[in-house]
């Protein structure tokens, strides 16, 4: 079978083998998608794979969809230029990039409107992932799927956050309305807001004081990232925003130490933010990774990105990016980036990544945390009939207490 072909450094003393075997010619094209070392080389073996393969192009179009990577598969095809790529398939994929472009477009619109407000407040508000990653990492606002803006608060300022987006006629959407203030200040991460037009939610902003639940123990908080806030500029307006290394941070935070890196457009978010390693701060980098005991975490997520696209490994922690352990994580989320959609949300692929939150964090205590919430709240919820759920949940976390699975 066909592989992404072997990957190296840019120092070629230095080489990592990197090898992807693939099982099916859709993800084969896929993975040559988002290819950053040689795209002139994915170009001619996507061109191949289409030739030599019979192509589902349905299942190919759903992958794209699942990993977030729509716009790197249509640039991949249409330089291709092969005419055995369906007319209705270019079409969809079409329509779909040049909505994302649109609603980018919007989003950054609306988002300086709001910003504009808050500043008359005082109140800072940093942008992350979403439209700003694609504009400083990818260099195209229309190079990254995102249905949301993300913006990085302070917990102090939420209050008046509220305020100002219900005066805008934004609601809160209901997966936050039905919580508690109490559960959702102590529990979660996030405030979320969408406007809706006759039904459709038109704009949907997430207000963040920490980069995932604390339940996965990396509360970082604005105040711990101030140093690393810098100005940028978009559509020649200027704004505050992270550096390339708080920008890698909470990209490993959010992709790896929540999401389990299942994603491709995850790994690629790392790999565009590490091609220019020289921009990025790596003694406060390594230094918010121990603190928070994502280490291997970040190394796991250098090293997929080294793997999955052929970016270069950064000099600066080459050494721990080699490491077996992170080796062997790596090689067990590639074989999970690798699983067909139909093996995703299973009760398997869920068990599989909370060992990987277990094996990719350091820590015994930490480990052993990660342990007992998996057999509450994921086993034993999947081993007793459901009627008996709210057992295993926070029974005062709704308004409406009712058994449900808030927790």
Not at 308 to 318: H, L, N
Request: hydrophobic residues 40%.
């Amino acid at each position: 079978m066909p592989t992404v072909p072997g990957i190296k450094t840019k120092d070629k003393r230095h080489k990592i083998k990197a090898e992807i075997s693939v099982h099916f010619p859709e993800l084969e094209i896929i993975l040559q998608s988002v290819r950053l070392d040689d795209p002139g080389a994915a170009v001619r073996e996507a061109d191949a794979i289409i030739r030599r393969s019979k192509i589902d192009w349905g299942q190919l179009l759903e992958i794209a969809l699942i990993h977030g990577i729509r716009p790197q598969l249509e640039n991949l095809l249409n330089r291709t230029g092969s005419a055995q790529v369906p007319g209705y398939f270019r079409e969809n994929l079409g329509n779909a990039n040049r909505e994302n472009l649109l609603r980018q477009l919007r989003s950054i619109s609306e988002f300086f409107q709001i910003k504009k407000s808050l500043d008359e407040q005082d109140i800072v508000v940093v942008p992350f992932k979403g439209f700003w990653l694609a504009e400083a990492m990818y260099g195209n606002i229309a190079g990254r799927e995102a249905y949301d803006v993300d913006l990085f608060i302070d917990i102090r300022d939420l209050g008046r956050i509220k305020t100002l987006m219900l005066e805008r006629g934004y609601v809160v959407t209901s997966s936050v309305s039905q919580l508690t203030e109490e559960y959702i200040l102590n529990e979660l991460c996030e405030y979320n807001f969408g406007r809706f037009e006759e039904g459709t939610c038109i704009f949907h902003f997430e207000f963040h004081w920490g980069s995932s639940r604390p339940v996965f123990r990396m509360n970082i908080s604005l105040g711990d990232l101030r140093s690393q806030i810098i100005t940028g500029e978009i559509q020649e307006k200027r704004l505050q925003v992270f550096s390339p290394a708080a920008n890698l941070l909470l990209a490993v935070m959010h992709h790896g130490g929540k999401e389990q890196y299942v994603q491709l457009k995850q790994v690629l978010d790392i790999a565009h933010i590490i091609q220019k390693p020289e921009e990025i701060d790596w003694q406060w980098l390594r230094g918010e990774a121990v603190r928070y005991r994502l280490e291997k975490l970040l190394y796991t997520g250098i090293l997929l990105a080294n793997k999955v696209t052929g970016v270069g490994v950064p000099s600066a922690v080459e050494k721990e990016v080699s490491a077996g352990s992170v080796r062997r994580l790596v090689n067990g989320r590639i074989k999970m980036i690798s699983k067909p959609v139909s093996g995703r949300g299973k009760f398997l692929f869920e068990l599989r990544g909370w060992l990987f939150h277990i094996r990719s964090r350091d820590g015994f205590r930490l480990k052993l945390h990660f342990f007992r919430h998996f057999i509450r709240k994921v086993l034993m919820p999947w081993l007793v009939p459901r009627r008996f759920h709210h057992l295993f949940y926070n029974k005062k976390a709704r308004i409406n207490t009712v058994g449900g699975n808030a927790g």
